[in-house]
């Protein structure tokens, strides 16, 4: 009975203490977390600053994601003698010139993607890599500040694909109007005079109109993470067919040293190619306009390896 009642107060005695020592490496572990949210709060503060800090501020990121399959009598797919892949990559790459009275940001977004179906039991089917998706977009901005937040600028944007129909079509906006810059990692562009030159080898739908240019661009650093998000919107004085929007997203995160996981998205609605897809794509429609034309959504994502350099 003695020897019974001993091993229970150890026991007892084991377990408050046990009890105690997790409460208090509980309480440990919530300082020392509202200790690192201090110091990357005073890390992001002396970031800013230094993408403020006169001179050139240079940096890339970018994504690579691929994949393969090979599939031999598998009959409960279509063809069931296969392989299959795909591979793409993203770059997104800047160069600003930051002074006391003037600023100069330049950016560059890449994003090509290549895909392979090759039916073995199908002789004439390509066993090639074709295009998929196929962007390619630079800017320059020039900024003279009125004050530290806020200047007169003017803008150049080109953007294209490059793979298969490079420049066909393609845009070029040249506008000036006003900049703001409330933080040191978004610019937001207003251009209420912009011309939209399009480019295109004969295509009739494609015209070039003066409109009012928006550009909004975020990018930021945060430790391992890497994020750029940019907004290109025209907005058509002639008409609102002419008018279109791009949206594109890169996130990156570094697992080890300079390499880790990347996730890119975008979105666009462009009325004019919505009609050129119609007239000339696959299946194509003669009977299509600008009125009855259906304008969807074009998105793309990749998600794969990434690397910061």
């Known amino acids: ?62 994504t690579i994601g691929g994949s393969i399959a090979n599939f031999d009598n598998w009959y409960a797919k279509g063809a069931a003698n296969s392989s299959t892949g795909n591979i793409g990559f993203t770059v997104n790459a800047y160069a600003n010139l930051m002074q006391e009275k003037f600023f100069w940001r330049n950016a560059a977004n890449v994003n090509l993607t290549w895909v392979k179906l090759d039916d073995k039991d199908d002789p004439t089917d390509s066993d090639n890599f074709e295009e998929a998706t196929d962007v390619f977009n630079i800017s320059s901005l020039f900024g ?76 930021k650093k945060i430790g391992a993470i890497n994020f750029k998000s940019n907004l290109s919107m025209f907005n058509s004085y002639e008409s609102s067919d002419y008018s279109n929007w791009t949206w594109t997203n890169s996130f990156g995160y570094t697992l080890w040293k300079m390499i880790g996981v990347g996730f890119d998205v975008g979105l666009r609605k462009n009325k004019q190619e919505a009609l050129n897809y119609a007239l000339t794509g696959p299946t194509p429609n003669p009977s299509a306009t600008f009125d009855n034309v259906d304008n969807k959504l074009q998105t793309y994502w990749m998600i794969g390896l990434n690397y910061a350099f």
């Open 1 to 62: 009975m003695k020897k019974s009642v001993f091993v229970i107060t150890l026991m007892f005695v084991f377990s408050a203490a046990f009890g105690q020592t997790l409460d208090e490496l509980k309480a440990t572990q919530k300082v020392k977390k509202d200790s690192i949210a201090a110091i990357q709060a005073r890390v992001n503060a002396l970031q800013g600053e230094i993408n403020a800090f006169p001179g050139w501020h240079k940096g890339a990121f970018g």
């Open 144 to 219: 003279y500040k009125l004050t530290e937040h806020f200047a007169i600028s003017a803008l150049g944007e080109y953007r294209t694909t490059i793979l298969s129909n490079f420049n066909d079509p393609g845009y070029l906006d040249l506008g000036v109007g006003a900049t703001w810059t409330p933080i040191a990692d978004l610019v937001v562009v207003i251009h209420p005079l912009n011309y939209n030159f399009v480019f295109s080898k004969g295509a009739s739908m494609y015209e070039s109109s003066l409109g009012a240019k928006i550009v909004a661009d975020y990018a």
